[in-house]
């Protein structure tokens, strides 16, 4: 990740650190659809977002958003 969030292992530590930001309602650089693991396909539209059909929650760091590979699952409703 080019800000230097590399060192966030896990989609829990990409929501504490976009949340402790305060950056959780940005837009993605690139509206990526995703196709989570229960089989829904919804487009991300935040950088930190549920799953409309489980819940799953999906984030990515604001400057790494462009690619997909960086987006990574938190788990159900991750908060």
């Known amino acids: 990740m080019s800000c230097g969030c590399s060192s966030l292992g896990d989609g829990k530590a990409i929501v504490d650190h976009v949340k402790s930001k305060g950056k959780q309602f ?5 509206a990526h659809e995703m196709h989570c693991e229960c089989g829904e396909t919804f487009t991300l539209e935040t950088v930190i977002m549920d799953c409309p059909s489980c819940g799953m929650t999906y984030a990515v760091t ?5 690619d997909i590979e960086n987006i990574k699952p938190a788990g159900i409703r991750y908060a």
């Not at 940005?26 to 690139?30: A, F, H, K, S, Y």
């Not at 604001?62 to 462009?66: G, L, T």
């Open 26 to 30: 940005n837009p993605p650089l690139v």
């Open 62 to 66: 604001p400057c790494s958003s462009a």
